[in-house]
């Protein structure tokens, strides 16, 4: 079946922000089901960017510069503005004309919320329907915006490059799998996942980073062994088994507290971490409950609740085949180690540790956490129903991989969320990769060390390795 092409709804006049970038507005659509073009069909919003220069004569000439489309990571996290981009310098010097689509279902594509799903129906209707939100489709819907963008540009120019980072890499793995005839280079941070493992493999990998960081963590911060046990103690009697209501409709439990350590994995994260615990200890200290500075603070941290397709989605990103599900890899796998007994049911408590410290988790979703946070207490029943789906299709293509033609310059990190290891196989299975790979770097080096980063791919995509 032939691809399908995006219906331009609109586009709006160029307009000027600082930075002289010069920015366009598209909103288009395409079928819920690419399979099915008459399906529903769903709008997905874009902006444009090229460097805008006053010229000394206007000219009407109309000049068609080659696309580097951002892949965003998460899953479920929206683009920002183009001056927000670390891209947009560097990139716009370059010559590119940089395209930022909000992949369906997050930021103005099509949002998913609790609200917007009830419009879909009850839960299996609403796990149906986001069914159709992994990467798979999300390569079709980028390539029938690339073809509706680029139907008038000459054979030279139909091609565009891809710059994915995270989950966002992932996808470039699908897009070079499926879609290679729409590519013309890719770029990658942080994104060279495991193409054929599954979630449990992943998260017992996973989890061995996340231990590493946390005695990292401990060991700049060997007060807070006792503090993070005293402060769980705590919300466990303040709270009770519900836990702690936060401002926003959530709730504070133990688990809420240890998902905090999501944060280690990026530069600054460990501060991040322990300055929620010094303002927790401090409540405590003085008044022997958690001001609302502190549990806004908290209840805001993490943004699953303005981004839901991050938690019911996460974990199925890595089923790559049919006939995997993921079934709460990420908490049956914890539940395993020593340093996660307090996902167990029987867990008798932080006293019950003695003198080690409370293990805080990484990016893994658990149930609990449709139990803690106020948008995804609405989702719990869709998201259990996704996590015994069995049947998502391919991600990835070994063999197209193998002797694959695009050129493809990635950058690889210490990372928590990403197994280095794995990295490093899925690099040895793509033919003609250039890596980048640094163990002073973590996962958001694009944007807290653009300046490390870009001109590093710069030079793989430049250079020559002899």
């Known amino acids: 079946m032939a691809p399908v092409v995006a219906r331009l ?93 909000d992949q369906r279902g997050t930021g103005l594509s099509n949002t998913v919320s609790a609200n917007t799903l009830e419009l879909i129906g009850g839960p299996q209707e609403q796990a149906d329907y986001l069914k159709h939100f992994r990467a798979d489709t999300l390569v079709k819907d980028y390539e029938a915006v690339r073809l509706c963008l680029t139907k008038d540009y000459p054979p030279e120019k139909k091609r565009w490059s891809t710059f994915g980072q995270s989950f966002g890499g992932m996808m470039t793995l699908t897009y070079l799998s499926f879609a290679p005839e729409g590519l013309r280079e890719c770029f990658i941070t942080g994104g060279l996942a495991a193409l054929d493992k599954g979630p449990d493999e992943v998260y017992a990998a996973t989890y061995r980073k996340v231990i590493e960081r946390n005695e990292a963590y401990y060991k700049k911060f060997p007060e807070d062994i006792a503090t993070v046990k005293f402060i769980a103690e705590r919300i466990r009697e303040l709270g009770g088994q519900k836990g702690i209501p936060l401002p926003d409709g959530g709730f504070l439990t133990v688990q809420r507290l240890m998902a905090t350590g999501i944060h280690f994995g990026t530069h600054g994260g460990l501060d991040r971490v322990h300055n929620h615990i010094v303002k927790m200890k401090g409540d405590l200290d003085q008044f022997g409950i ?177």
């Open 9 to 101: 709804v609109s586009v709006s006049k160029p307009y000027l922000v600082p930075g002289k970038l010069l920015v366009k507005e598209y909103w288009f659509e395409v079928p819920l089901n690419h399979d099915d073009p008459k399906s529903k069909p769903i709008r997905l919003f874009a902006r444009s960017a090229i460097k805008y220069e006053r010229p000394i004569v206007e000219s009407s000439e109309i000049v068609q510069r080659p696309y580097l489309v951002y892949l965003q990571g998460g899953p479920g996290g929206a683009n920002p503005p183009p001056q927000d981009s670390p891209l947009s310098g560097p990139m716009l010097d370059r010559g590119y004309e940089l395209l930022f689509l």
């Open 290 to 466: 958690f001001t609302r500075a502190t549990l806004d603070e908290l209840g805001h941290g993490i943004g699953f609740d303005t981004a839901p397709i991050y938690s019911v989605l996460h974990e199925p990103i890595w089923c790559y085949a049919p006939g995997i599900a993921s079934r709460w890899a990420a908490e049956r796998v914890g539940k395993t180690l020593d340093q996660y007994q307090w996902l167990r049911e029987d867990w008798a408590g932080p006293a019950s540790l003695g003198d080690k410290p409370l293990y805080f988790s990484g990016e893994m979703i658990y149930p609990s956490h449709f139990e803690t946070w106020a948008e995804l207490i609405k989702l719990k029943e869709t998201a259990h129903i996704l996590a015994q789906y069995d049947q998502w299709p391919p991600l990835y293509d070994i063999q197209q991989l193998a002797k694959n033609e695009i050129p493809v310059y990635a950058a690889s990190y210490n990372d928590m969320y990403v197994d280095v290891d794995m990295a490093r196989e899925t690099a040895s299975r793509i033919k003609g990769i250039k890596v980048f790979e640094t163990n002073v770097l973590y996962h958001n080096a694009l944007r807290a060390r653009t300046e490390e980063v870009i001109p590093q791919l710069l030079k793989l995509r430049d250079d020559t390795i002899d």
